[in-house]
Nanobody
């Protein structure tokens, strides 16, 4: 069973930066594709970026493209989300999620495609 544990988050300022981490552990974690999913207040969950294991590439939604970067440290099996140029609308609970098939064009932003989840970490962007 794969376990995902997020860290980071907290309060950030508009225009600032922050980095989230997700430690993946357990049997099979090396075979999963990983994603960051967020849920803003009053809104549905949305996949914002992922690293696909099948095609070994990243995907991003337009709202974070150019500002956020998903990366993986293979040695430690840790997923990162580097967030730059933060905006108040980035305020959300951020979840790390995993699924071998989900991270691909057309499905990566649909949170229902991911079978494994962390418990989430809150990011608040406010002056």
């Amino acid at each position: 069973q794969v376990t995902l544990v997020e860290s980071g988050g907290g309060l950030g300022q508009p225009g600032g930066s922050s980095r989230l981490s997700c430690q993946a552990s357990g049997s099979g974690s090396e075979n999963e594709g990983f994603a960051w999913i967020r849920q803003a207040p009053g809104k549905d969950r949305e996949g914002i970026g992922c690293f696909g294991r099948r095609d070994v590439r990243t995907y991003y939604v337009d709202s974070v493209k150019g500002r956020f970067t998903v990366s993986i440290d293979w040695a430690s099996n840790t997923l990162y989300l580097q967030m730059n140029s933060l905006k108040p609308e980035d305020t959300a609970v951020y979840y790390c999620a995993a699924d071998y098939f989900a991270c691909r064009l057309g499905t990566f932003s649909n949170y229902r495609e991911y079978k494994l989840w962390g418990t989430g970490t809150r990011v608040t962007v406010s002056p």
